[in-house]
């Protein structure tokens, strides 16, 4: 699905290697409904604190529900739309904020629901799917048109179907969508024995 496989210091399994986000899509290819149930299956087996499962995900299949999908699509900022337009499948997904069991506050529902958006990241690299995340959109749009609850806080738009060629995007995006991907020094960011102490090999 990818040329765009990760430089890593060391051998990392396939999937991580291979799943990154890319912004060109194949508008003429759906996503099944079978691709789709087995991607939340796999978001759906996602650890949680307490197992809480505090996620929510709102699902938008353009070709099911051009008017819901269009809804949502209203929702993203002007740079997403610029690609997002080429894409068969949305998600959006919103964390809770207390525990089922108890009503009391949970702290954890943000780091559960992206633990279940990377589950389903790496389910669509195994099933050859494109799948990108997106921070940028209104929220309060969102909430308003798809009557979230307070009590859940929408998180990200996904993007989720097939790879297409660069040459589908617009001209910034496509040099977005073709610049070097790359990390931050693992020593900057992972720590042994102290804050900003970093791992070493
Ligand atoms: C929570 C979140 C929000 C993001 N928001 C956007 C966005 O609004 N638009 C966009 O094009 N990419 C967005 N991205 C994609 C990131 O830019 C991308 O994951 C990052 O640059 C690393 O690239 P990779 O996923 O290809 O490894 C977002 C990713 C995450 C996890």
């Not at 759906?44 to 996620?55: Q, T």
Request: aromatic content about 10%; charged content about 25%; proline content about 5%.
């Amino acid at each position: 699905m990818s040329d765009r496989i990760a430089q890593t210091s060391r051998p990392i399994h396939d999937l991580l290697a291979r799943r990154w986000s890319t912004r060109a899509f194949d508008a003429a290819k759906p996503v099944s409904r079978e691709q789709l149930i087995t991607l939340l299956e796999a978001g759906r087996w996602a650890p949680s604190c307490n197992g809480d499962e505090p996620w929510r995900y709102l699902v938008w299949d353009r070709k099911r529900d051009p008017e819901g999908f269009q809804k949502a699509f209203d929702c993203l900022s002007e740079n997403n739309r610029k690609w997002v337009k080429n894409v068969p499948l949305l998600m959006l997904s919103c964390a809770g904020s207390n525990f089922a069991a108890t009503g009391k506050p949970n702290r954890w529902t943000q780091h559960d629901t992206g633990a279940a958006s990377t589950s389903m990241a790496l389910q669509a690299a195994a099933l050859g799917l494109a799948y990108h995340q997106m921070g940028g959109f209104d929220a309060d749009k969102a909430r308003a048109a798809f009557n979230v609850p307070a009590e859940y806080t929408p998180m990200a738009m996904i993007a989720v179907g097939y790879q297409a060629g660069a040459d589908v995007l617009d001209e910034e995006t496509k040099a977005k969508e073709l610049r070097p991907r790359g990390r931050k020094p693992l020593a900057e960011r992972f720590f042994e024995g102290g804050w900003g102490k970093g791992v070493t090999a």
